[in-house]
């Protein structure tokens, strides 16, 4: 099989990926790391005559792998006191009482963390900022590897906040639109106004865990925060000022508009590839050149695993890659294969083809898709670009004039926000189940054998078309039915009978988890919850199950008492409902006449105790 330029150029960016990949596993010193750089050089170096593309694509893996090998295993200092000016590197982030960022430092890339009163001070900055900080310094441990993934070398907690300044003119002034922005949609209600952050600026810090669960259940997790779309969004607004400059004129400042987005939307993945591909493209358009959208990604992707080779494990990433492979790949065969106009057919083949090509990685990563994906995305999608463009142009002049003419400005705003929650809502309490492997590799058969017949037999596309069909509804049709009896996430337990739900939680449960689980078993209601200990994510997890389901009684140990709950005393607690039969009893070593700190659940179903 001969392979054109394009399979070369897709390929070497595989090779390149590849090599970053195994590379992150490696501690290499510099000079190693050098001397495989080296290396790769010279394999690539043309000799007599044009080398073989295969040695290159060697040359490329090595080369990834170089780039990645150690990169983010730097040398840190000795634990020590750190007493300096650090710029922010990323928006700090809350977690609890804490506040946490990225900052850049003269021992390298550091986490910040302010603690209690300290937080608030930290959490007000921005990106780009500088802080004077001083405090304990420990460096990134070997558990730790969402540290060492981004690079840190260690973790700063503070003592003390001095003061801080703003950080360079360009940064200021995206920082300063950022605020005009989200100044702007106050009108709206505080979860419209956390989705608008995240859909037009990538903030998704103030998004409720229920309303995240509810996208991520429809399938529509990627709106949560600004997508790569989104840069062809901003580019079309931008594109009746950029038709009136000169050729290399255009040039700069189309390049300057997807650089000063990609800051304003603090580099998220997906903005990265989707901001690199536009680049290149308005490069071969200047330079008289035409480019597949095919060169593009696969030249987008290599420079940006080049430059940051860690992104190769940043899911986000991960699935932007996948998904513009399938659009470009996947939706023209998927066109060719529907029947109808292609005003009706285009779109469906683009939602099609991208979800198809992100299917095995969120198989992977998550377990399943919601089968109810594919329609909400083609219900919900339609309003992506006009939030985007509207909630940029007139969510800044909202930001200027303020109220009452920004609520003005922000009603379409409102309404189209409060579709996609529609959307969203509907669709992640369908009960469609999710596609799983095995309705992946059914799929996959069915289109093989589609291919092999198609051009056989007249019937082999309907009957290729129905048989896929079924494979992916088949959760949808209750070929799968959830145990009545499950673990369904670290610190997680449910049980059901008759109707009757009790819900388990642990110490180590996070809230993320817990909605999608019971979400994941059909689970509309909680009669009974139960939190058997305090933990990191005990307080959040029983607000965002208190905010979907309202449990009908709820049961706390002393360490987490709330209004509406009941605390275990010291002799324990009987629960009976629906054939379940519930003991809530002191944890070990906790029943000495005090209320206990954590308590032990043990639940029987009456239907299976013999007569």
Known sequence: MTMTDDSWVVAGAAALWLGAWAGLGFGLDAPARLALVVAAAGLARPGSGRP????????????????????????????????????????????GRSARADAASSIGRVEVVADGSLAPGLGRRAMGEEVRVAGRFRSTAADEPWLQRRGVVGVVTLDRLDWWRTGRPVTRVANGLRRRLIDGAASLDPQQRALFTGFVLGDDRGQSAKVADDFRGAGLGHLLVVSGQNVAFVLALAAPALARLGTRSRWVATVGVIAFFALLTRFEPSVLRASAMAGLAATAVAVGRSASGLRLLAVAVGGIVVVRPTLVTSVAFQLSVAASLGILVLSPVVSRWLPGPA????????????????????????????????????????????????????????????????????????????????????????????????????????VAAGRWLGDRRRWARHLVVVVAAGAVLGPAAGLHRPPPMAELAPGVTAWRSNGVVVVALGADVREASALAGLRGMGVGHIDLLVATAAGPGSWRTLQAL??????????????????????????????????????????????????????????????????
Not at 80 to 94: R, S
Not at 398 to 419: D, K, N, Q, R
Not at 582 to 601: H, Y
Request: negative net charge.
């Open 52 to 95: 073989m593309p295969w040695t290159r694509l060697g040359a490329l893996c090595l080369l990834g792998f170089a780039l990645a090998a150690g990169g983010h295993r730097a040398e840190p200092p000795p634990p020590a006191n750190v007493d300096e000016v650090v710029t922010l590197l990323a928006d700090p982030e809350a977690f």
């Open 343 to 446: 005003a009706l057919t285009n779109p469906i083949a683009v939602t099609v083809g991208a979800q198809l090509a992100v299917t095995p990685l969120l198989i992977a990563r998550f377990g399943g898709v919601p089968v109810a994906s594919i329609p909400a995305n083609l219900l919900a999608g339609p309003a992506a670009a006009p939030i985007t463009v509207w909630g940029l142009s007139g969510g800044l002049v909202a930001g200027v004039v303020g109220e009452p003419f920004a609520g003005w400005i922000h009603t379409p705003t409102g309404w189209l926000i409060a579709w996609v929650q529609l959307v969203a809502s509907v669709a992640a309490r369908s009960s469609l189940g999710e596609v799983g492997p095995a309705q992946l590799v059914g799929f996959a058969l069915a």
């Open 546 to 611: 208190d905010d979907r389901y309202a449990a009908r009684r709820t049961i706390v140990p002393v360490a987490l008492a709330r209004s509406g709950a009941t605390t275990v005393g010291a002799g324990g607690l009987v629960w009976s409902a629906g054939g379940l039969h519930v003991t809530i009893s002191p944890a070990e070593g906790e029943s000495n006449g005090e209320l206990p700190r954590a308590v032990e659940v043990a639940v029987i179903e009456l239907a299976t105790v013999p007569p």
